[in-house]
């Protein structure tokens, strides 16, 4: 069976002499997958999505959505695929519901079909009420999610989101991040771009980073943060002395809860870092110590936790960070992705 979407040493120039914006991309996306396009403005993500969405030809290489070449079968192509782009493009003389109606007529969608599919999809996108409103009335993140609704109409099978949560509020993030999971469910393909490593990360079954129009990795988001050297780090700041030892004695009690620290099973590396909460002297007397693992880090807490007793130093905080996305990009590239 084909995959959803098959990306074959895609090069775009726009210009025979400058750089490529994509530069010999090549991943494929399977059936029903949440499947992310990740890195910083200019990667070349839009142009990637240009081209599979027949908006743009490419210099070389190939795209195929479920086996259909997206240059030689374009009309093919367009019936299968449903693009939402990064500025929404509603006919500002239509309602709502109209909106939707005229997109499924346009693509052959028979009457009856297309008012169910219009009931049904603003009531999945939470529309319903707004069905009368003109679009010009929306709020950003209402007709963002009229753009998806209408591009669902004609029952397309791979969905591309430009960017989809750009400019929106949390509360319409959120809304739209439920959706597109319920799009999943229903066996959608989706593929989209984004900047946001967090949407990467909550969002994306798999995420392909690129950056300068080539795929630097490509996987689950937790395989790409687990891959990455460092592990979990716990952090724990503790109470300072009051009064304040002297700075000897009480860089000597560190040096012996790092090294005890760092002596736990299943700890990778300890340190004594600077303190990271608040400011002022309460503050400023806090320590902070920091411990490294690869295991699971709720299973040494509770060792964490008895090295400081027994030191006879108080927590006043104690967390753990995963590795993100961010730390991925940057240990591929050096840079921050924004
Ligand atoms: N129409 C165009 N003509 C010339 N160059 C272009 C055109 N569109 C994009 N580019 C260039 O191609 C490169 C990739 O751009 P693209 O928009 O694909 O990146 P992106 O990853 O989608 O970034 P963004 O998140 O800013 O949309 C950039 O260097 C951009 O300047």
């Given at each position: 069976m084909s995959h959803a979407v098959t990306v074959s040493e895609l090069v775009k120039r726009y210009h025979p002499h400058a750089p490529a914006?994509?530069?010999?991309?090549?991943?494929?996306?399977?059936?029903?997958?949440?499947?992310g396009l990740?890195?910083?403005?200019?990667?070349?993500?839009?142009?990637?999505?240009g081209v599979l969405t027949t908006r743009m030809l490419p210099t070389s290489g190939r795209c195929l959505l479920f086996g259909t070449d997206v240059v030689a079968?374009?009309?093919r192509a367009k019936r299968l695929l449903a693009v939402v782009p990064q500025?929404?493009?509603?006919?500002?003389?239509?309602?709502?519901?109209?909106?939707?109606?005229?997109?499924?007529?346009?693509?052959?969608?028979?009457?009856?079909?297309?008012?169910r599919r219009?009931?049904?999809?603003l009531d999945l996108m939470g529309l319903t009420d707004q069905a009368g409103q003109r679009v010009e009335r929306l709020s950003g993140g209402q007709a963002q999610r009229v753009v998806i609704a209408r591009a669902l109409m004609h029952a397309p099978r791979v969905l591309f989101l430009d960017e989809?949560?750009?400019?929106?509020?949390?509360?319409?993030?959120?809304?739209?991040?439920?959706?597109?999971?319920?799009?999943?469910?229903?066996?959608?393909?989706?593929?989209?771009?984004?900047?946001?490593?967090?949407e990467a990360e909550d969002l994306c079954d798999r995420v392909g980073i690129v950056d300068h129009g080539r795929l630097l990795a490509l996987d689950t988001p937790r395989a790409l943060t687990e891959a990455l050297p460092g592990g979990t780090t716990i952090t724990a700041q503790v109470r300072g002395t009051d009064p304040p030892t002297e700075k000897a004695e009480e860089a000597a009690e560190a040096a012996e809860i790092v090294a005890a620290l760092a002596e736990l099973p299943g700890a990778d590396s300890a340190e004594q870092g600077p303190p990271a909460r608040g400011t002022g002297a309460a503050?400023?007397?806090?320590?902070?110590?920091?411990?490294?693992?690869?295991?699971?880090?709720?299973?040494?807490?509770?060792?964490?936790?008895r090295v400081l007793a027994d030191h006879g130093?108080?927590?006043?905080?104690?967390?753990?960070?995963?590795?993100?996305?961010?730390?991925?990009?940057?240990?591929?590239?050096?840079?921050?992705?924004?």
């Amino acid at each position: 069976m084909s995959h959803a979407v098959t990306v074959s040493e895609l090069v775009k120039r726009y210009h025979p002499h400058a750089p490529a914006a994509v530069d010999g991309l090549s991943f494929t996306v399977e059936r029903g997958e949440v499947f992310g396009l990740l890195g910083p403005n200019g990667a070349g993500k839009s142009t990637t999505v240009g081209v599979l969405t027949t908006r743009m030809l490419p210099t070389s290489g190939r795209c195929l959505l479920f086996g259909t070449d997206v240059v030689a079968r374009p009309a093919r192509a367009k019936r299968l695929l449903a693009v939402v782009p990064q500025r929404q493009n509603l006919d500002r003389s239509l309602d709502v519901r109209q909106n939707l109606l005229f997109h499924a007529r346009y693509h052959g969608v028979g009457r009856d079909e297309r008012v169910r599919r219009a009931a049904e999809l603003l009531d999945l996108m939470g529309l319903t009420d707004q069905a009368g409103q003109r679009v010009e009335r929306l709020s950003g993140g209402q007709a963002q999610r009229v753009v998806i609704a209408r591009a669902l109409m004609h029952a397309p099978r791979v969905l591309f989101l430009d960017e989809p949560s750009t400019g929106l509020d949390p509360q319409s993030r959120l809304f739209l991040h439920h959706r597109i999971r319920e799009l999943r469910e229903r066996g959608v393909t989706v593929v989209l771009t984004t900047h946001d490593m967090e949407e990467a990360e909550d969002l994306c079954d798999r995420v392909g980073i690129v950056d300068h129009g080539r795929l630097l990795a490509l996987d689950t988001p937790r395989a790409l943060t687990e891959a990455l050297p460092g592990g979990t780090t716990i952090t724990a700041q503790v109470r300072g002395t009051d009064p304040p030892t002297e700075k000897a004695e009480e860089a000597a009690e560190a040096a012996e809860i790092v090294a005890a620290l760092a002596e736990l099973p299943g700890a990778d590396s300890a340190e004594q870092g600077p303190p990271a909460r608040g400011t002022g002297a309460a503050a400023a007397a806090e320590r902070c110590f920091r411990l490294r693992t690869h295991k699971d880090p709720s299973v040494l807490l509770p060792d964490v936790l008895r090295v400081l007793a027994d030191h006879g130093a108080e927590p006043v905080g104690l967390s753990t960070a995963r590795p993100s996305l961010q730390d991925v990009f940057i240990s591929l590239t050096g840079r921050e992705l924004r």
